[in-house]
């Protein structure tokens, strides 16, 4: 969508896909105003909820019941994040080829007030409003960026990427946390250049997170000619 301020009216319904909710959420981040309406669109919801429901018409119900039968339901996508820990040798050593760290910084961000009513939010959301989130931001040369954002308090971590480059044919990027020197396999970023991908693992005792390129379905261990690492602030 071209203009992203037009998806928090369907946002603060939770009526976005995944990928929308993502980049909205992203969005979210830098964007004051639309936090703002957000708030207001839900303060809005509030106050319908208090509004008598009206009985649809009888016939309704028999006429979606029918409508569904002839719908065929796709089967759900599952995604496998195997939990391997292996060991990343050589870190520091390495960083000539490795390394690149990103400047770590608290953020405070805030969607929601006091007053606003109980909604479901996402791990995704929750880790990108925590008062504790700290980022770390790679510029790469192509002007491609990636963030991450890490709360202890959760213990997790969300890597959001803008205008990455394709890894290639039958590569994909692969995500590490970092745990004194052992890397474990934390998931994979989609096909695509912006991705918001909440990491799998325990982030809150990571010392970093790392990228690598690898062939489709990862690696028992990471590929350290492609690496590039998030080291956290002690």
Not at 102 to 114: D, E, F
Not at 211 to 232: H, Q, R
């Amino acid at each position: 969508m071209n203009d992203v301020h037009a998806l928090s009216g369907a946002y603060a319904v939770d009526a976005l896909d995944d990928i929308e909710r993502a980049q909205f959420e992203r969005h979210l981040v830098e964007c004051a105003e639309c936090r703002a309406e957000v708030d207001s669109l839900r303060e809005g919801a509030a106050m319908l909820a208090d509004v008598a429901p009206v009985a649809p018409p009888a016939a309704l119900r028999d006429r979606i019941l029918a409508e569904v039968a002839t719908v065929r339901p796709l089967p759900p996508q599952v995604v496998e994040v195997r939990p391997r820990r292996r060991r990343f040798p050589a870190l520091v050593a390495a960083a000539a080829a490795v390394v690149t760290l990103g400047v770590g910084a608290p953020i405070a961000y805030q969607a929601l007030s006091s007053d606003t009513p109980s909604v479901d939010v996402s791990a995704t959301e929750r880790v990108l409003r925590a008062a504790d989130t700290e980022k770390y931001v790679q510029r790469f040369d192509d002007g491609s960026r990636a963030t991450v954002y890490r709360s202890k308090a959760l213990g997790q971590a969300v890597i959001v990427t803008e205008g990455m480059a394709d890894p290639g044919e039958g590569k994909v990027y692969e995500l590490w946390l970092d745990h004194d020197g052992e890397m474990v396999a934390a998931g994979f970023m989609p096909k695509g250049p912006d991705n918001t991908v909440l990491l799998s693992g325990d982030a809150a005792a990571a010392e970093g997170v790392g990228i690598t390129v690898e062939p489709e379905g990862g690696s028992d261990e990471p590929n350290l000619e492609t690496a590039v690492v998030f080291a956290f602030d002690a």
